[in-house]
């Protein structure tokens, strides 16, 4: 194989025999896929630079694998219109989160009986895209569904379903009674957009754990600071993280407080994490608890 370095042509040599006319010369696909790879490439390079992709020194089956793999990321990441992420991930009003880096997938999540388990909701279109979101559940009612649009600072509640035309953050409440059962329930969001359905697959695991009016908190607020609980700078959205907290705080009456020194409740000598969603394993312990 040479190239002419003038006119960028490439000559392609074929193999001599003529036994097999479709034999190609293994250069052939080596040199089709490099100049497919360089030009894909440079029209993804936005795309890539980002996620700090840098491939060489590798063969040509190796390359252009990586390639079709970041390719079909990029394209899955700019195609979902509805994501869910927890109650303390930082999103912006463009639908970014922009923090934590990995902010935790919210696909099977623990829910407390007698108390609130809250979501944000992330409806992602162009600006001018009509849809209409809704709450799924199966068994029917087996929570109590709250939405919120997002507006700045404020939490302006809105009835199903919710309609909007361009990227919004919702707030999504979920309320589950003193007697449901333990039980997977369906909670999903769902997204009726260009005369299509994204339905985000969401399945709620309502746990034992049960807030109850008799429990005295044996943890402040404050302790659970120390531990990384970092309530929104929003004034509505930060409400409801002190809400919540407080339902962890009495559920930390039943446990052992070894195991919550353990975990860094009440010791404030510890350096705090930058990531908003660690105070979340201080939450799965706790909803763990009989």
């Known amino acids: 194989m040479q190239q002419d370095a003038d006119v960028g042509l490439a000559k392609i040599r074929r193999k001599q025999g003529f036994g097999d006319v479709h034999a190609a010369d293994s250069g052939v696909f080596q040199f089709v896929a490099d100049q497919l790879f360089q030009l894909l490439a440079h029209v993804f390079s936005h795309a890539l630079m980002p996620m700090g992709v840098h491939i060489s020194g590798y063969n040509t089956w190796v390359k252009t694998a990586a390639l079709l793999l970041v390719m079909s990321a990029s394209f899955a990441a700019r195609a979902q219109p509805l994501r869910v992420y927890s109650e303390f991930a930082r999103i912006d009003a463009t639908g970014k989160v922009t923090a934590p880096a990995e902010p935790r997938e919210i696909l099977s999540p623990a829910i407390v009986r007698n108390g609130y388990s809250s979501f944000q909701v992330v409806v992602d279109v162009p600006k001018g895209t009509p849809y209409q979101l809704y709450v799924a559940q199966n068994p029917e009612n087996s929570v109590v569904v709250t939405l919120y649009r997002e507006n700045g600072d404020k939490l302006e509640p809105v009835t199903q379903p919710a309609s909007g035309d361009a990227t919004q953050v919702f707030w999504m409440d979920l309320w ?16 009726h957009v260009n005369n299509d359905w994204v339905i985000y697959p969401m399945e ?87």
């Open 176 to 191: 589950t009674a003193l007697d449901a059962p333990v039980a997977r329930i369906k909670v999903e969001p769902q997204l």
């Open 204 to 290: 709620g695991r309502v746990m034992e754990a049960t807030v109850s009016d008799a429990m005295k908190p044996s943890v402040t607020i404050n302790q659970l600071a120390c531990a990384g609980f970092t309530p929104s700078a929003s004034p509505d959205v930060g409400r409801m993280n002190i809400r919540n907290a407080q339902q962890d705080a009495a559920l930390a009456s039943a446990a052992p407080q070894e195991d919550l020194r353990k975990l860094g409740v009440g010791a404030c000598d510890a350096p705090l994490s930058h990531d908003p969603e660690w105070y979340l394993r201080i939450r799965d312990y706790l909803l763990r608890l009989r």
